[in-house]
T-cell receptor
Framework: ETGVTQSPTHLIKTRGQQVTLRCSSQ?????VSWYQQALGQGPQFIFQ???????GRGNFPPRFSGLQFPNYSSELNVNALELDDSALYLC??????????????FGSGTQLSVL | QQQVKQSPQSLIVQKGGISIINCAYE??????FPWYQQFPGKGPALLIA?????SEKKEGRFTISFNKSAKQFSLHIMDSQPGDSATYFC????????????FGAGTTVTVRA
């Protein structure tokens, strides 16, 4: 086990609703990254937070937003849900940012289904 | 747009055999190449990683071969065991300000006893 915990494990929403996913990073880690993994695909980078600031963003629309708290836990918020948002959402924690940020430790993810 | 292309999509190997998974990339700004192993219902776990200035790295039964000029790298699983049955992802890190990982599409490995 990595020590990265995500909640909830499963979630069902309807199109147009909003959702908040939560992640507790591994002890001592100050960087959290979020990835979306569609069925049968590799994870896609959404964004990264380092010391409560967004520190990089992938090709996702603004309705995907996030927060990092002083204890380095994090939230991923998705507004106006679309059917294509159905996926496994993975949180990864790590130490530091930049070139030393190599070892990502993933949680087990939140499986989001949008109906 | 897949920045890291991975093949095959799936493979079956007998216990004790060798599993080989290949990946290719185009972006020369990539500076770190990890492999992740994912079991059903779990998140990916870092297996082994290599930097582009090294041609080979071995950890136990797992070996990465890296060909910088061809922009290709591969994972070899020696003496494959049923417990190795999982999905394997290659990835590449962007050596720029965001240092994000781009993942391949994954290879499902099944080891038959």
């Amino acid at each position: 086990e990595t020590g990265v915990t995500q909640s909830p494990t499963h979630l069902i929403k309807t199109r147009g609703q909003q959702v908040t996913l939560r992640c507790s990073s591994q002890s001592g880690h100050n960087t959290v990254s979020w990835y979306q993994q569609a069925l049968g695909q590799g994870p896609q980078f959404i964004f990264q937070y380092y010391r409560e600031e967004e520190n990089g963003r992938g090709n996702f629309p603004p309705r995907f937003s996030g927060l990092q708290f002083p204890n380095y836990s994090s939230e991923l918020n998705v507004n106006a849900l679309e059917l294509d948002d159905s996926a496994l959402y993975l949180c990864a924690s790590s130490l530091g940012a930049g070139p030393t940020n190599e070892k990502l430790f993933f949680g087990s993810g939140t499986q989001l289904s949008v109906l | 747009q897949q920045q890291v292309k991975q093949s095959p999509q799936s493979l079956i190997v007998q216990k004790g055999g060798i599993s080989i998974i290949n990946c290719a990339y185009e972006n020369t700004a990539f500076d770190y190449f990890p492999w992740y192993q994912q079991f059903p219902g779990k998140g990916p776990a870092l297996l082994i990683a290599i930097r582009p200035d090294v041609s080979e790295k071995k950890e136990g039964r797992f070996t990465i071969s890296f060909n910088k000029s061809a922009k290709q790298f591969s994972l070899h699983i020696m003496d494959s065991q049923p417990g190795d049955s999982a999905t394997y992802f290659c990835a590449a890190r962007h050596g720029t300000n965001d240092y994000k990982l781009s993942f391949g599409a994954g290879t499902t490995v099944t080891v038959r006893a």
